[in-house]
């Protein structure tokens, strides 16, 4: 489970051991009670242990802690070597990388592998212990930003991204907490410097849709002048544009999606299609289930489809 307020990430001291005979029950079997525990066995003379090695341990220490690893040279554990043969491990050929987990053989391999198979054999292992208590943590964070306590959401979701920089929910979270602050240049640089992985995901996509909106409700004109302005003359498309810019700003949602609608039910090529790519932004900022999106949506489907 994550700790807050503590670093999520462990030493590589703590992740990667030398194992012995003597150590093995320890740092091997007690150890993957808690967190699955990939034990390379080695030797001093094998070619593809020298490659496979580093590769195994550079893919444990990206998983942060999630997964373990006990190097154990069989040269010099030839009795250990021994007895996990006869418990039916095939140690008889090396390098062979075994994955334990509450004490038992979970998953293993034999061989030198590509990179992209050891990251796949370690996200596996280290997935059989679950999130680490990372969604717990999640909900959290969405608690403290909904009830607005930014600043704390801030931390939490970034000792999330400590424990796994690749999740997307923290990472959405964390740009939108940004903008509950007020801090839109931090932001959008932290959007920026999404992972590539990340590109493309709902959460993400969200977050640069906030973004957006939250850079239009900076320059947003006064309500009661843009009403005023829609009412003398309701075919002046730009004044209930940005009546519906003001009033998302104001946090009138289901209105400003209202007055897009008309927007394009009067002129849906105006500005390039503005009314449309406007609600999209709209809904993509908020969640699919949104009712304010999935009534916006039936309307505009139903203008297009007409």
Not at 62 to 78: C, E, L, T
Not at 230 to 243: I, K, M, T, W, Y
Request: hydrophobic share 45%.
């Amino acid at each position: 489970m994550l700790e807050f307020g503590q670093s999520p990430s462990q030493p590589a001291a703590d992740l990667i051991k030398d194992g012995t005979e003597e150590t093995f029950m320890p740092d091997v079997v007690e150890a993957s009670q808690e967190v699955p525990v990939i034990v390379d066995f080695w030797a001093p003379w094998c070619g593809p242990c020298k490659t496979l090695g580093p590769m195994l341990e550079q893919a444990v220490t990206a998983a942060n802690g999630r997964v373990k690893m006990v190097k154990i040279d069989v040269d010099q554990n030839q009795r250990l070597a021994q007895m996990l043969s006869q418990q039916g491990l095939p140690l008889q050929s090396i390098p062979t990388v075994v994955a334990f987990f509450k004490g038992q053989i979970a998953d293993m391999f034999q061989g030198a592998q590509p990179q992209s198979e050891i990251k796949a054999f370690v996200d596996r292992v280290a997935g059989l212990a679950g999130d680490g208590g990372l969604a717990e943590a999640l909900e959290a964070a969405e608690t403290m930003l909904a009830e607005g306590a930014a600043s704390d959401a801030a931390q939490t979701f970034a000792a999330i991204l400590g424990e796994d920089a690749a999740n997307a929910a923290a990472f959405g979270g964390m740009v939108r907490a940004y903008l509950a602050l007020g801090q839109t240049e931090q932001a959008e640089g932290f959007l920026n410097a999404v992972p590539p992985e990340l590109v493309g995901k709902p959460e993400v996509e969200a977050a640069r849709a906030q973004l957006e909106l939250a850079r239009q409700a900076a320059d947003a004109g006064p309500l009661a002048e843009l009403r005023a302005a829609v009412e003398a003359d309701p075919a002046n498309h730009q004044a209930r544009f940005d009546l519906a810019t003001a009033l998302h700003a104001a946090g009138e949602v289901e209105e400003a999606v209202s007055e897009l609608l008309e927007l394009f039910r009067r002129d849906r090529e105006w500005n390039d299609g503005a009314a449309k790519a406007q609600l999209f932004t709209i809904f993509d900022a908020l969640k699919p289930t949104d009712p304010v999106v999935l009534n916006g949506r039936r309307k505009l489907s139903s203008m297009i489809f007409v």
